[in-house]
C-alpha cells in the first residue's frame, strides 16, 4: 500500500515567487497535518484538516501560507510571496480519524528560497 | 518554556548498550505520548506510543511514562548502529487533538 505522497521533493524557488506543496494521503485516511521542520525551531504543525475541513491552522505563519483540501485524496500548501525564512523541509502527514495522534509521515518537500 | 522538551544531545552509545532518551512535558492536560524516530534527511516514524502511567515494551524498546512527574524515557536495549538517528518525543492532550514535539535527541551508537 502505498504511504503519503508529496510533490516535488526538492523545490528552490527565489524571493517573491509562488510555492505550492502537494500532498496525497494514504487512502483511507480522514486526517491530513502539515508540518514544518526547521533546525532552529523543530516540527512545527502549520495546520491539519479532518474530513477535508480546516480544523487548525494556528500555526500558519501569515497570511503568505494558504493551505486547501479540495477532496479526501489531495492537500496543497501554498506559500505566496515565498521569503528566504520560510526555507524548511515541509511534511504532510495522514492518520485515521479514529486515531489521529498515530500519523503517517510523507517523505517532505525541501523548500530553498533564494 | 517549550510545552516539550529534549535534550538535544548527541547522546553516544556503545554498541550493545542500552540508550535511554528523556522526555519533560508542561502541560498537565496531556495525556498521550508518542515516540518518533527520524533519519537524517528522513521523514518521522512512529516506533511506539504510551497512554499510561509505568513502562511498555516493544521489541527493544521500552517507553516509560510518570504523569505525576511529567516525564516521558524511552530506553533502547541492545543498541545497534542502525539505531543512530533523532528521536523525537511528541505529546496530545487529548484524543483527536494536534501533537506537539520536543526538539529530538540525536543518538550515535558506536561499533
Known amino acids: 500500500d502505498a504511504g503519503v505522497i508529496q510533490s516535488p521533493r526538492h523545490e528552490v524557488t527565489e524571493m517573491g515567487q509562488e510555492v505550492t506543496l502537494r500532498c496525497k494521503p494514504i487512502?483511507?485516511?480522514?486526517?491530513l497535518f502539515w508540518y514544518r521542520q526547521t533546525m532552529m525551531r523543530g516540527l512545527e504543525l502549520l495546520i491539519y484538516?479532518?474530513?477535508?475541513?480546516?480544523?487548525?491552522d494556528s500555526g500558519m505563519p501569515e497570511d503568505r501560507f494558504s493551505a486547501k483540501m479540495p477532496n479526501a485524496s489531495f492537500s496543497t500548501l501554498k506559500i505566496q510571496p515565498s521569503e528566504p525564512r520560510d526555507s524548511a523541509v515541509y511534511f504532510c502527514?495522514?492518520?485515521?480519524?479514529?486515531?489521529?495522534?498515530?500519523?503517517?509521515f510523507g517523505p517532505g518537500t525541501r523548500l530553498t528560497v533564494l | 518554556q517549550k510545552e516539550v522538551e529534549q535534550n538535544s544531545g548527541p547522546l553516544s552509545v556503545p554498541e550493545g548498550a542500552i540508550a535511554s532518551l528523556n522526555c519533560t512535558y508542561s502541560?498537565?492536560?496531556?495525556?498521550?505520548f508518542f515516540w518518533y524516530r527520524q533519519y537524517s534527511g528522513k521523514s518521522p516514524e512512529l516506533i511506539m506510543f504510551?497512554?499510561?502511567?509505568g513502562d511498555k515494551e516493544d521489541g527493544r524498546f521500552t517507553a516509560q511514562l510518570n504523569k505525576a512527574s511529567q516525564y516521558v524515557s524511552l530506553l533502547i536495549r541492545d543498541s545497534q548502529p542502525s539505531d543512530s538517528a533523532t528521536y523525537l518525543c511528541?505529546?496530545?492532550?487529548?484524543?483527536?487533538?494536534?501533537?506537539?514535539f520536543g526538539g529530538g535527541t540525536r543518538v550515535l551508537v558506536k561499533p
Open positions: 511528541a505529546a496530545v492532550k487529548a484524543a483527536g487533538n494536534k501533537l506537539t
Open positions: 487512502s483511507g485516511h480522514n486526517s
Open positions: 504510551i497512554y499510561s502511567n
Open positions: 502527514a495522514s492518520s485515521p480519524l479514529s486515531s489521529t495522534d498515530t500519523q503517517y
Open positions: 502541560d498537565r492536560g496531556s495525556q498521550s
Open positions: 484538516f479532518n474530513n477535508n475541513v480546516p480544523i487548525d
